[in-house]
């Protein structure tokens, strides 16, 4: 039932997508200007993925077995697929009305209510889906129809779904985050560029963790932890709040003493390295409530992050990090201090960036961010992974780290308890009940 986890995921970006739309809706109603790039990007997402992609595979493969295996199937599937079919004519009728609002024949309030009103339906698509169709499909499809579905929703060769596909996917949304509103997105004038790197397996051992532990006075924080990761690799590690997960990466960078064990990176023993060595040999943090120098610039932030690194190569990763991320561009003279949550943090993972990392350590990154942020972090992390690079991932949102990991850690309180794939853990009953709420 792979393909349901799938769609699953699609329908709660969909959700964040539809609220995005609502809250830009009601901003407009309130008197702010129309952005038709930004609205057009929304558009473009939803027309290439919702409509081009995620209908598709739907209607291919998921509806026609359930109406071979269901006479009560009918009833919901014909309204969702009338609804599929009709997609398409109501994005050009919005874009219709975009026009004429961009060229004052139509009133903001009229556009935002037309915007609700395409909102609610998909909202209410996503419902029905979630509370009839699928519970359905569980019912009644069998292992054989399973098997089938599934090898089609999970063909990274399929043009139509692919890894190349979904890498313009991820380029697709990032344009939304960049180009929405500063309350809810980025607030950039122009979109940014993720590059469109396709992932490959993992390689070799990259960093190897052996009996770590490390104390506050008396108090044992880590308790012998093991743990590796390969080149290539996204590892999540995820815990409750106390868990000892900010230690932990604060003990490999070489922050926090370790009190036993043994690290070994790109094949050297760097346990008794400081922290300074450490980052020297690759291993950068984007640490957890992004911790930006406020008073400085965000381009002096930038190259804090690159003080380890050849000054000619500075200005050129620079400016790979203002392509990634144009609003950093935009403000790169204005105080750190100045900037919103979301624009902080791309600015602390651009700032790890700037060190040329071998092994990117991101620390809660989708801390106190707005829905649409939440996934544009996880949506970058796809991307750098996509691109070659190794990162080990610390996150509260343990559901959305664990579905875009190879691998996952389970720590509690100090001892890592569980170990599998991403998938693996999410399935784990253990996991699913205390920590993805299910």
């Known amino acids: 039932m792979e393909s349901l986890r799938i769609i699953s995921e699609e329908h709660r970006n969909l959700w964040r997508i539809a609220t995005t739309i609502d809250q830009v809706a009601d901003e407009m109603a309130g008197g702010s200007p129309v952005d038709p790039a930004f609205f057009h990007s929304i558009f473009d997402?939803?027309?290439q993925f919702m409509d081009g992609c995620h209908h598709a595979k739907e209607d291919d493969y998921l509806f026609p077995a359930l109406r071979a295996r269901s006479a009560e199937a009918a009833a919901v599937l014909d309204r969702l697929q009338a609804e599929h079919r009709n997609g398409p004519e109501l994005l050009k009728s919005l874009r219709v009305q975009l026009a004429a609002t961009a060229g004052g024949s139509l009133g903001n309030a009229a556009f935002a209510e037309a915007l609700r009103i395409y909102t609610q339906s998909l909202k209410a698509h996503i419902r029905t889906e979630e509370k009839d169709a699928m519970p359905l499909a569980r019912e009644v499809l069998t292992a054989e129809d399973w098997a089938e579905i599934d090898r089609a929703f999970l063909d990274n060769e399929d043009p139509l779904f692919g890894d190349k596909a979904r890498a313009e996917f991820r380029q697709l949304f990032h344009r939304i985050a960049s180009l929405a509103p500063d309350s809810i997105g980025l607030g950039a004038t122009s979109a940014g560029q993720l590059q469109p790197g396709v992932t490959s397996g993992p390689g070799d051992i990259l960093l190897k963790v052996a009996g770590m532990e490390s104390c506050y006075g008396r108090i044992k924080a880590l308790k012998g932890i093991d743990l590796e990761v390969r080149k290539g690799e996204l590892v999540a590690l995820v815990g409750a709040n106390g868990a000892g997960k900010t230690t932990f990466l604060r003990t490999l960078s070489g922050v926090q003493p370790m009190s036993a064990g043994r690290i070994v990176f790109d094949g050297d023993d760097i346990s008794k390295l400081r922290a300074d060595q450490r980052m020297r040999r690759g291993i950068c943090q984007s640490p957890e409530g992004r911790q930006v120098f406020g008073p400085l610039s965000i381009e002096d932030n930038l190259r804090l992050g690159a003080y380890t690194q050849p000054k000619t190569q500075v200005a050129g990763d620079m400016e790979k990090v203002f392509?990634?991320?144009?609003?950093?561009?935009?403000?790169?003279?204005?105080?750190?201090?100045?900037?919103?949550?979301?624009?902080?943090?791309?600015?602390?993972?651009?700032?790890?960036?700037?060190?040329?990392?071998k092994l990117l350590l991101l620390d809660e990154p989708s801390m106190g961010l707005a829905p649409l942020l939440v996934e544009e972090v996880f949506n970058v992390v796809k991307a750098l992974k996509a691109e070659g690079m190794t990162i080990f991932l610390v996150e509260q949102n343990a559901f959305a780290a664990?579905?875009?990991?190879?691998?996952?850690?389970?720590?509690?309180?100090?001892s890592i308890t569980l170990t599998g794939t991403g998938q693996e853990l999410i399935a784990n009953e253990q996991v699913r009940a205390a920590y993805l709420g299910m």
């Open 45 to 47: 997402y939803i027309e």
């Open 402 to 414: 664990l579905a875009i990991a190879d691998r996952g850690y389970v720590l509690e309180t100090g």
């Open 323 to 357: 392509t990634m991320f144009p609003i950093l561009k935009e403000k790169r003279h204005l105080p750190a201090g100045t900037l919103s949550g979301g624009q902080q943090q791309m600015l602390a993972i651009g700032r790890a960036l700037m060190g040329r990392p």
